[in-house]
């Protein structure tokens, strides 16, 4: 293992999915109540979909979620006149 030790708390952020968190943490409700304790690694919804949250059931796939934002299309587009035109984002 790399990094402070093997006990030493990391966070990932999967692209599209949930918080991978690894190592010694105490994971708490909202009442302060302790969750799972006995997880050494668990994932942490960031979609909002799951039905066990805080925990990641999946569900993100079904909903589509997505952290990684697809390409920007340009808000405005030329034409060969280079005349200002609206582009995708700015027709109604
Ligand atoms: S991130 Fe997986 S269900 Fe929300």
Redesign the pocket.
């Known amino acids: 293992m790399t990094g402070a030790g093997a006990g030493a708390p990391s966070v990932v952020a999967?692209p599209n999915?949930?918080?991978i968190v690894r190592g010694d943490v105490e994971i708490r409700d909202e009442r302060g109540e302790l969750l799972d304790p006995h997880r050494r690694t668990v994932?942490?919804?960031?979609?909002?979909?799951?039905a066990i949250?805080p925990f990641?059931?999946?569900?993100?796939?079904l909903?589509g979620?997505r952290t990684v934002r697809p390409e920007r299309e340009p808000a405005v587009v030329y034409d060969e006149l280079t005349r200002l035109e609206p582009g995708p984002r700015g027709r109604r």
């Open positions: 999967c999915g949930p918080l994932a942490l919804c960031r979609c909002g979909a799951s949250r990641c059931d999946g569900s993100h796939k909903t979620f």
